[in-house]
């Protein structure tokens, strides 16, 4: 498979798979009008790798801000890789929030309590 790459908008993340690696990054926040449409070709694209290959999957996110929609399209994207993680692949997810930032921190809580995969929440401090 080819890497996949999107670039970030004013209210959209930067998203890179390095499908070589296993490497998934997300950055920045995700407050786009349809979050729907952002993040369909990029559940494709995860449905699609996880299908096709066995290696395994790092996810790194860096995610300050989302709305309600992308939080339910990145409950879909924790889905697909709590589903390979529980048919035996290694996953893991690495979700780094800025120190001060008290509401990201609860929000990523709530996400880590949803599933089973390794899950670390890593403090940025400036």
Known sequence: MNNL???STISTPSVAFDATGGKLAIVGESY??????FYKPLLAWVAEYLNSTTGPVTADLALSYLNTSSIKSIM???DLLEAAHRKGRTVSLHWRYHKQNDRAFEMIQEFKEEVTLPFFIEPIVE
Do not use: I, Q, V, W
């Not at 786009?32 to 449409?37: G, L, R, S, T, V």
């Open 32 to 37: 786009p009008e349809n979050a729907f449409e």
């Open 5 to 7: 790459n999107l670039s």
């Open 76 to 78: 879909d994207l924790l």
